[in-house]
């Protein structure tokens, strides 16, 4: 079933994949993080997460991104076997970039992404048929907080030639699809619970949606790539320090 709605459509949802257990986890490291970070932290739905210190808002974000349970969270036996079904390949034949954890504030799109393939960015497989994109909300997602909106059926057309837009000096480069290209497929957008996890082809046209209601939107995610196929390139992940924190640090301790 979710091996032919993936080959169909570039996308399907597991249902009841994740043990509830792995999502807690991850709470308890954000809200640990906010608490050594941000000294005004209260709660985690408070709009001004953001706003109020924007550097413990990057430091706690970095931090997420290379904590254990990030790892234990994305990297858990029952998504791999769901990788593997559809990578047609075992657990052992693949290789992850990447995981991370989204945190999309309300109405905040300065991390949005426009319209997009992965594999214009995950260049690990040459053909996006040898990745997949999998991604983990931790609570209800719908449209109202911005879940993700694909365009169904879009992985048939292969990964596209794009050329790099920058919305203003200071954001980052997208690798945008047109809307030319984006109105020929019916857009679809993600309705999913905890537990759930929604995997997309590389190839997959998708978006972010706008987080239009008061609380954060949660969302984990990882890719996974084919190292069985002649088109995997393999590389170093390098280390970037979270420069305010190197800053400070300096200061109290040289
Ligand atoms: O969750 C989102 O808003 C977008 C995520 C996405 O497009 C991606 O990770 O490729």
């Given at each position: 079933m979710n091996l032919s709605n993936f080959?169909?459509?570039?996308?399907?949802?597991?249902?009841?994949?994740?043990?509830?257990?792995?999502i807690f986890n991850l709470y308890g490291t954000v809200v640990g993080l906010f608490d050594r970070f941000d000294p005004d932290f209260t709660e985690l739905d408070r709009q001004q997460l953001r706003q109020n210190h924007p550097e413990c808002f990057s430091a706690v974000y970095d931090s997420i991104q290379m904590s254990v349970h990030i790892q234990t969270l994305t990297l858990n036996a029952a998504v791999l076997k769901a990788a593997s079904e559809l990578l047609k390949?075992?657990?052992?034949?693949?290789?992850?970039?990447?995981?991370?954890?989204?945190?999309?504030?309300?109405?905040?799109?300065?991390?949005?992404?426009?319209?997009?393939q992965d594999s214009a960015y995950y260049l690990q497989n040459r053909s996006g048929a040898n990745g997949i994109v999998v991604w983990i909300p931790m609570h209800k997602v719908n449209a109202h907080n911005g879940s993700l909106v694909i365009c169904k059926g879009s992985?048939?057309?292969?990964?596209?030639?794009?050329?790099?837009?920058?919305?203003?000096?200071?954001s980052s480069e997208q690798l945008r699809i047109s809307k030319a290209v984006t109105e020929k497929f019916q857009q679809v957008q993600v309705e999913a619970d905890a537990g759930d996890v929604v995997m997309l082809s590389m190839d997959t046209i998708h978006r972010s949606g706008v987080n239009s209601s008061d609380s954060f939107r949660f969302v984990a995610g990882i890719r996974f790539?084919?190292?069985?196929?002649?088109?995997?390139?393999?590389?170093?992940?390098?280390?970037?320090?979270?420069?305010?924190?190197?800053?400070?640090?300096?200061?109290?301790h040289d």
């Open positions: 080959t169909q459509n570039g996308y399907t949802v597991y249902h009841d994949l994740i043990n509830f257990d792995l390949t075992p657990a052992e034949n693949l290789a992850a970039t990447g995981p991370m954890l989204r945190m999309d504030g309300p109405r905040d799109e300065r991390n949005s992404l426009d319209w997009h992985h048939k057309l292969g990964k596209l030639n794009v050329s790099s837009v920058k919305k203003s000096a200071l790539h084919r190292m069985d196929t002649s088109d995997f390139v393999t590389g170093k992940i390098i280390f970037q320090p979270n420069q305010l924190i190197k800053e400070s640090l300096r200061s109290q």
